[in-house]
Nanobody, 118 residues
Framework: QVQLVESGGGLVQAGGSLRLSCAAS????????MGWFRQAPGKEREFVAGISWSDGSTYYTDSVKGRFTISRDNAKNTVYLQMNSLKPEDTAVYYCAAGRWGAQYDRWGQGTQVTVSS
């Protein structure tokens, strides 16, 4: 089973960039579909981006398309979320998640705070 640890969050001005990283333990990382979710204060957790275990296909919620890029490095057991052109509405706790063989996400990291100031 994989354990996830996020890093890279912080405070940035609107229009700026951040790169989140999620390091996974174990030797089965390549068999997991990986995703990023976020939860803003008073709102439900929402899907942001995902990357397939099988062919590297990527998926994004509409609000981040063209601004965020998800990628993975299986040799380093790490998934990334490059966030550009950040907006105040991107402010949230960002969570890394994993689902084995593309199944439902059932492994979660502890989250990392991203704050975008206007």
């Amino acid at each position: 089973q994989v354990q996830l640890v996020e890093s890279g969050g912080g405070l940035v001005q609107a229009g700026g960039s951040l790169r989140l990283s999620c390091a996974a333990s174990g030797r089965t990382f390549s068999s997991y579909t990986m995703g990023w979710f976020r939860q803003a204060p008073g709102k439900e957790r929402e899907f942001v981006a995902g990357i397939s275990w099988s062919d590297g296909s990527t998926y994004y919620t509409d609000s981040v398309k063209g601004r965020f890029t998800i990628s993975r490095d299986n040799a380093k057991n790490t998934v990334y979320l490059q966030m550009n052109s950040l907006k105040p509405e991107d402010t949230a706790v960002y969570y890394c998640a994993a689902g084995r063989w593309g199944a439902q996400y059932d492994r979660w990291g502890q989250g990392t705070q991203v704050t975008v100031s206007s």
